[in-house]
Nanobody, 114 residues
Framework: QVQLVESGGGLVQAGGSLRLSCAAS????????MSWYRQAPGKQRELVAT???????NYADSVNGRFTISRDNAENTVYLQMNSLKPEDTAVYYC????????WGPGTQVTVSS
């Protein structure tokens, strides 16, 4: 079965960096686009970044130029490098894949202090 497990979250000061990882299993990873979403308290879940099977990337305006999504098909892992973090980036970050349906990981908490 499809499994996604995020890691790498934590507490960081504004201006700092974190690198999130999402380990995937249960499907042919290289064939599918992977996405990172986030959900802040009291807000809807929002798309942060997507990377296609061919490496095409797309970012939310709020993170463009600060975050970088990448993938390692040999390791079945997708990454989110987050630089110049801001307090408004505080959220639970989820990875997602759409195969026959949407599959989500349990999320990892990112907290940015001012």
């Amino acid at each position: 079965q499809v499994q996604l497990v995020e890691s790498g979250g934590g507490l960081v000061q504004a201006g700092g960096s974190l690198r999130l990882s999402c380990a995937a299993s249960g499907f042919t990873f290289s064939r599918y686009a992977m996405s990172w979403y986030r959900q802040a308290p009291g807000k809807q879940r929002e798309l942060v970044a997507t990377i296609g099977s061919g490496g095409y990337t797309n970012y939310a305006d709020s993170v463009n130029g600060r975050f970088t999504i990448s993938r390692d098909n040999a390791e079945n892992t997708v990454y989110l490098q987050m630089n110049s973090l801001k307090p408004e980036d505080t959220a639970v970050y989820y990875c997602k894949v759409l195969t026959t349906t949407n599959y989500w990981g349990p999320g990892t908490q990112v907290t940015v202090s001012s």
